[in-house]
């Protein structure tokens, strides 16, 4: 069993940033791909960003290119996600989660999730 904390999240007005953070406890954490979702109300939720079990290759969102990066600690078993440049539009409910197979753009291709934090940014 795995268990993810996100944390980081707030209420911030348009431009400026935050750093969102998942803790992880349990078995193995190094050796996993790892991504970033959100969901905002009334949506599904999506994919935001993806990092390898190294940090070496990461993915992004369209919607999120340029503006956040993402990154892992594997000695202090956590993931991080940067969000600059922060907009209205980005407010939702962000998780991390393990990938497990198929697809990492889709949400039943991981096992196991936080229980999210809340990001709002007001214009």
């Known amino acids: 069993q795995v268990h993810l904390v996100e944390s980081g999240g707030g209420l911030v007005q348009a431009g400026a940033s935050l750093r969102l953070s998942c803790a992880a406890s349990g078995h193995t954490f190094s050796d996993k791909y790892m991504s970033w979702f959100r969901q905002a109300p009334g949506k599904e939720r999506e994919f935001v960003a993806g990092i390898s079990s190294s940090g070496g290759n990461t993915l992004y969102a369209s919607s999120v290119k340029g503006r956040f990066t993402i990154s892992r600690d594997n000695a202090k078993n956590t993931m991080y996600l940067q969000m600059n440049s922060l907009k209205p539009e980005d407010t939702a409910v962000y998780y991390c989660?393990?990938?497990?197979?198929?697809?990492?753009?889709?949400?039943?291709?991981?096992?196991?999730w936080g229980q999210g934090t809340q990001v709002t940014v007001s214009s």
């Open positions: 989660a393990v990938y497990y197979r198929n697809n990492v753009y889709f949400s039943t291709s991981y096992t196991y």
